[in-house]
């Protein structure tokens, strides 16, 4: 009987050789759809479980949203002696209402859409070598265009302060663990957040910030910040694009928002 032949194996993953559970999520070699990065309760759960891991019997409790259930069109009517009825014809059932603050007859608004530049990152520095993993050699710059450049930068601003919590394994740490974090190290092996990152720039394109990463971005860093950025302007209600600010662009003169806390 043949033996195993080992050096056939694959080297361990990254994700294998992680212990924090954020940590084992971005190491993750593909997440697509709505597995791309971790929601805040997540975090949170993971954070805590962390914590207290070498404890037994531990319950996890997480809010996963509502759920919901659709009911198609043709489903039986329940009547209040339980039995079954068939909706009413089309031409008795009441008209639809129009969209709440649309007049009739008008077309509907168009939602507002949020974009980024698919090589945002690409045309802001080199590709790392394969065998160092999948980054950027560069410390990122974001400018945001948008009609509404008040709300952008506000957005944009808020996303800032996030940015200086976002490791290199794009978890956004809590300004206190990463603190605990930093001062409990004992040596330089520490996931890297971002040295630095600037006030808001007014720009002619846009409102605009820039960062410190140490010229080192990891994919999982870059992402993260992107998905908050973007998520920042979702919640503005506004359309925009995020690109890469030209290279050279001149910050001389140029207004300035300072970033709050």
């Known amino acids: ?71 198609p069109a043709t489903s039986p009517t329940a ?37 980024a530049e698919p090589d945002i990152f690409d045309l802001q520095g080199e590709k790392y070598e394969a065998s160092l993993g999948d980054g950027w050699e560069t410390s990122p710059a974001f400018l945001v265009v948008s009609d509404d450049v008040s709300k952008a930068a506000d957005a944009l601003g808020r996303a800032a302060v996030r940015f200086f919590h976002i490791d290199e394994y794009g978890s956004e740490l809590a300004p206190e663990r990463r ?10 092996d520490v996931p890297h957040t ?13 409102p605009m910030i820039w960062t410190d990463t140490k010229g080192e971005l990891t994919r999982p860093m870059g992402d993260a910040m992107l998905h908050v950025l973007l998520d920042e302007l979702r919640v503005e209600g506004i359309t925009a694009h995020v690109v890469a600010p030209p290279a050279d662009i001149n910050l001389e003169g140029v207004p300035v928002i300072p970033l709050a806390g």
């Open 194 to 206: 971002p040295n630095f990152v600037s006030d808001v720039y007014l720009t002619p394109r846009g």
């Open 1 to 71: 009987m043949a033996g195993i032949d080992f050096a056939k194996l694959g080297p361990p993953s990254a994700s294998d050789r992680e212990l924090h559970p954020r940590a084992i999520f971005a190491a993750m070699p593909s997440k697509s759809g709505r597995l791309e990065y971790l929601r805040e309760v997540q975090r949170e759960v993971f954070d805590r479980w962390f914590e207290k891991r070498t404890k037994s019997d531990l319950v996890v409790k997480m809010n996963t949203g509502n759920v919901h259930r659709a009911v």
């Open 179 to 188: 603190i605990a974090l930093e001062q409990a190290a004992t040596t330089w």
């Open 79 to 115: 009547t209040p002696e339980g039995s079954a009825s068939a909706p009413p014809p089309a031409s008795k059932q009441p008209p639809a209402s129009a969209p709440a603050g649309a007049a009739r007859g008008s077309a509907p608004e168009e939602a507002p859409v949020v974009t």
